[in-house]
């Protein structure tokens, strides 16, 4: 009885005391130095970043960092959030608009959910511009613009490039069961190929699990001569699994890690497309900004692409240095 | 005011208040709102209100079902992944199959009510832990909404119910709006209040009920008694299935699309909201209040960090401290309580 009654303050008190430090760099961003000598326009604003990623997910920390750069630039505040459930997603979205913030970025892996949320923001007076997914629907929820890869493109473009390299058969290798834009990529990759494409699902939570689920594929189907995956992590379980099983499977990937740039580099993994989703975070910041003081619009009523642009052993050496820093 | 026989005094409101299951939820509730309220003012505003009580609502219908399975003495581990089904089942008759979006909803309702059933029976016919029986049919849901969603339509995402017959009616009577205070409200809190308020009826005031304390307290005890405690177990099941329905129905509805991995992980949260509102894990004690408060400060919490503008990397440890921190002190309300009684 004691001892609970204790463990509660104390845990109270560490509560307490978490909140005393979360507020330190909220308050900071708007004291940068740079502030001194910038025009007045520069005025601090808000901006809710809302992906469909969870946390700890090493592609959306990419964009997590580029949308505090850009915060941290322009000396506003950049709140980032991410859920895969399209309902807490869209959540997160009316939560933004109750805080009235000045702008929302929202990343669409399930437009038709959000569909509400974002419509609720719209009406608000709130900018909203789409980011990574979810680019054809932007327009009709009344986003300003969508900064992204369309996936299609780039899986044709992942496609002709190993068409190229001789494969005939490929393992096109799914992680998240919910999303619509990794199916795309693997039709485009199809399109592209213009041979076999196996679907293998796998989650990205648990890569050992995939490590062996692909090595089982390739063991058991000699003839694929070749693996996609559409995320840094897989391809890493993927080089293994192609490794162990003794396969002479040629692997490509999208989205980069600077273990990913590395593979290129050896030549384990042919190439990497690239999306530059950095990009993703630091120009919806910068679009949003030059909307608010100077009612400016990207793209012409098109998206604003961020990719496809491909990793190959050629250039993966100068990449490299960035992946490691956590821009590329 | 003088009473002769001390026992008499024992049944004073205040002791009988104190004795409740649910005491420990209202003061963590009390105490989740009152910290957060002081972190941020859109958090305490109309507007902060009707965000937080939105995830409670559609948690707090499950909750309450599971807490009644849990004062049974079952769990159900396989009904969050059977929100996802019953929606998938709405959504995909009512787009590719032209059924009218009732229609549809009647057949995921039967089709959860048999998954609800099955459970029960197998559960009461095998003996077996209704852990490890309900994780069974966890697996095989989780499976076949991804496999029979990617057969039958080619894809992860079915969507499209905007257009379906009988959308527009559906929609208002599940997943509508009431403006309140200038704010919009989720229909589906009416709904959350109205479960609560009937399991609380069946719990206190029913046979039922009895016979749902009794076969969670004591299975065999009861069945001597004369307990119908195979049905009542059966039914419970089939109580968590429909809530499970009700609320695939709700996110269906509102967001006209289902993931074929909708409602995974979810269950767990039901069971915390469940055991935050008082339930015991062994089954015979516990309430439905409890329980939707439960659910109203795992909500408060969830937002409240949000609201409070906390670096979302430390999210779930936040999450897990405020929800350590209301179980305690629940805990340590109903040892008081305990204490008092004797």
């Given at each position: 009885?004691?001892?609970?009654?204790?463990?509660?303050?104390?845990?109270?008190?560490?509560?307490?005391?978490?909140?005393?430090?979360?507020?330190?760099?909220?308050?900071?961003?708007?004291?940068?130095?740079?502030?001194?000598?910038?025009?007045?326009?520069?005025?601090?604003?808000?901006?809710?970043?809302?992906?469909?990623?969870?946390?700890?997910?090493?592609?959306?920390?990419?964009?997590?960092?580029?949308?505090?750069?850009?915060?941290?630039?322009?000396?506003?505040?950049?709140?980032?959030?991410?859920?895969?459930?399209?309902?807490?997603?869209?959540?997160?979205?009316?939560?933004?608009?109750?805080?009235?913030?000045?702008?929302?970025?929202?990343?669409?892996?399930?437009?038709?959910?959000?569909?509400?949320?974002?419509?609720?923001?719209?009406?608000?007076?709130?900018?909203?511009?789409?980011?990574?997914?979810?680019?054809?629907?932007?327009?009709?929820?009344?986003?300003?613009?969508?900064?992204?890869?369309?996936?299609?493109?780039?899986?044709?473009?992942?496609?002709?490039?190993?068409?190229?390299?001789?494969?005939?058969?490929?393992?096109?290798?799914?992680?998240?069961?919910?999303?619509?834009?990794?199916?795309?990529?693997?039709?485009?990759?199809?399109?592209?190929?213009?041979?076999?494409?196996?679907?293998?699902?796998?989650?990205?939570?648990?890569?050992?699990?995939?490590?062996?689920?692909?090595?089982?594929?390739?063991?058991?189907?000699?003839?694929?001569?070749?693996?996609?995956?559409?995320?840094?992590?897989?391809?890493?379980?993927?080089?293994?699994?192609?490794?162990?099983?003794?396969?002479?499977?040629?692997?490509?990937?999208?989205?980069?890690?600077?273990?990913?740039?590395?593979?290129?580099?050896?030549?384990?993994?042919?190439?990497?497309?690239?999306?530059?989703?950095?990009?993703?975070?630091?120009?919806?910041?910068?679009?949003?900004?030059?909307?608010?003081?100077?009612?400016?619009?990207?793209?012409?009523?098109?998206?604003?692409?961020?990719?496809?642009?491909?990793?190959?052993?050629?250039?993966?050496?100068?990449?490299?240095?960035?992946?490691?820093?956590?821009?590329? | 005011?003088?009473?002769?026989?001390?026992?008499?005094?024992?049944?004073?409101?205040?002791?009988?208040?104190?004795?409740?299951?649910?005491?420990?939820?209202?003061?963590?509730?009390?105490?989740?709102?009152?910290?957060?309220?002081?972190?941020?003012?859109?958090?305490?505003?109309?507007?902060?209100?009707?965000?937080?009580?939105?995830?409670?609502?559609?948690?707090?219908?499950?909750?309450?079902?599971?807490?009644?399975?849990?004062?049974?003495?079952?769990?159900?581990?396989?009904?969050?992944?059977?929100?996802?089904?019953?929606?998938?089942?709405?959504?995909?008759?009512?787009?590719?199959?032209?059924?009218?979006?009732?229609?549809?909803?009647?057949?995921?309702?039967?089709?959860?009510?048999?998954?609800?059933?099955?459970?029960?029976?197998?559960?009461?016919?095998?003996?077996?832990?209704?852990?490890?029986?309900?994780?069974?049919?966890?697996?095989?849901?989780?499976?076949?909404?991804?496999?029979v969603t990617k057969a039958l339509t080619g894809t992860v995402q079915v969507g499209g119910l905007r257009r379906a017959e009988g959308y527009e009616s559906a929609h208002a009577v599940?997943?509508?709006?009431?403006?309140?205070?200038?704010?919009?409200?989720?229909?589906?809190?009416?709904?959350?209040?109205?479960?609560?308020?009937?399991?609380?009826?069946?719990?206190?005031?029913?046979?039922?009920?009895?016979?749902?304390?009794?076969?969670?307290?004591?299975?065999?005890?009861?069945?001597?008694?004369?307990?119908?405690?195979?049905?009542?177990?059966?039914?419970?099941?089939?109580?968590?299935?429909?809530?499970?329905?009700?609320?695939?129905?709700?996110?269906?509805?509102?967001?006209?699309?289902?993931?074929?991995?909708?409602?995974?992980?979810?269950?767990?949260v039901y069971i915390i909201a469940a055991v935050i509102g008082g339930c015991l894990l062994t089954g015979g004690y516990g309430s439905a209040i409890g329980a939707a408060i439960g659910?109203?400060?795992?909500?408060?919490?969830?937002?409240?960090?949000?609201?409070?503008?906390?670096?979302?990397?430390?999210?779930?440890?936040?999450?897990?401290?405020?929800?350590?921190?209301?179980?305690?002190?629940?805990?340590?309300?109903?040892?008081?309580?305990?204490?008092?009684?004797?």
């Open positions: 009885m004691k001892w609970t009654k204790g463990l509660v303050v104390a845990a109270a008190l560490g509560l307490t005391a978490l909140t005393g430090c979360s507020g330190g760099p909220a308050g900071q961003s708007g004291g940068e130095p740079a502030g001194a000598s910038a025009p007045a326009a520069a005025e601090a604003g808000a901006f809710a970043v809302i992906t469909h990623a969870g946390a700890g997910d090493a592609f959306w920390d990419v964009v997590k960092n580029g949308a505090e750069a850009a915060a941290k630039r322009y000396g506003v505040t950049v709140s980032y959030q991410g859920d895969g459930d399209p309902a807490r997603q869209s959540q997160l979205i009316d939560q933004a608009v109750s805080q009235k913030v000045d702008g929302i970025v929202v990343s669409m892996a399930n437009p038709d959910a959000l569909k509400e949320a974002v419509g609720k923001a719209v009406a608000a007076g709130i900018p909203v511009i789409t980011i990574n997914s979810g680019g054809d629907r932007s327009r009709e929820f009344g986003a300003i613009t969508h900064v992204g890869q369309s996936e299609d493109v780039a899986g044709r473009g992942a496609g002709d490039r190993l068409k190229a390299e001789g494969v005939g058969k490929l393992l096109c290798v799914i992680h998240e069961a919910g999303n619509v834009g990794l199916d795309q990529r693997c039709k485009g990759a199809a399109e592209g190929l213009g041979g076999t494409v196996e679907r293998l699902q796998v989650e990205v939570g648990n890569l050992a699990d995939a490590t062996s689920k692909i090595k089982a594929r390739l063991q058991s189907d000699t003839s694929v001569d070749g693996v996609l995956t559409l995320n840094p992590a897989v391809a890493i379980a993927a080089r293994d699994a192609i490794a162990d099983g003794g396969s002479k499977a040629k692997l490509a990937t999208f989205d980069l890690s600077a273990d990913v740039v590395t593979a290129v580099k050896d030549g384990e993994i042919l190439f990497a497309v690239d999306q530059q989703q950095y990009l993703q975070g630091w120009l919806p910041i910068t679009f949003l900004i030059l909307y608010r003081d100077n009612l400016n619009t990207v793209g012409g009523g098109l998206p604003v692409n961020t990719g496809p642009g491909f990793v190959t052993k050629d250039n993966a050496g100068q990449v490299a240095r960035l992946a490691e820093s956590g821009t590329r | 005011m003088t009473v002769a026989d001390e026992r008499l005094a024992r049944t004073g409101t205040a002791r009988r208040l104190l004795l409740r299951p649910e005491l420990g939820a209202v003061v963590g509730a009390v105490a989740v709102f009152t910290f957060f309220a002081g972190q941020s003012a859109t958090f305490r505003s109309v507007e902060g209100v009707a965000n937080w009580l939105d995830p409670a609502s559609t948690l707090g219908i499950m909750a309450v079902a599971i807490a009644l399975l849990m004062i049974g003495g079952e769990f159900d581990l396989s009904a969050g992944v059977l929100t996802g089904t019953t929606g998938l089942i709405t959504v995909v008759l009512a787009t590719r199959y032209g059924l009218a979006v009732w229609t549809a909803m009647l057949v995921a309702l039967v089709a959860a009510l048999l998954v609800g059933y099955l459970n029960g029976l197998i559960v009461v016919r095998t003996k077996l832990p209704s852990f490890i029986v309900t994780l069974g049919t966890f697996l095989m849901l989780q499976g076949a909404n991804l496999g599940l997943a509508g709006t009431v403006p309140v205070a200038g704010t919009d409200f989720r229909v589906a809190i009416l709904w959350w209040l109205g479960v609560t308020a009937l399991a609380t009826w069946v719990l206190m005031r029913t046979r039922a009920g009895n016979w749902i304390f009794a076969v969670g307290g004591d299975d065999q005890a009861a069945r001597a008694a004369g307990v119908p405690a195979e049905r009542t177990k059966i039914a419970l099941f089939m109580t968590t299935a429909g809530a499970a329905w009700l609320v695939g129905s709700v996110m269906a509805l509102r967001f006209t699309s289902v993931q074929a991995n909708s409602g995974i992980g979810q269950e767990f659910a109203v400060i795992f909500g408060m919490a969830d937002k409240g960090i949000v609201f409070a503008g906390w670096d979302a990397d430390w999210f779930k440890f936040f999450l897990g401290a405020m929800l350590l921190l209301a179980t305690l002190a629940n805990r340590l309300v109903r040892r008081y309580a305990e204490e008092v009684r004797r």
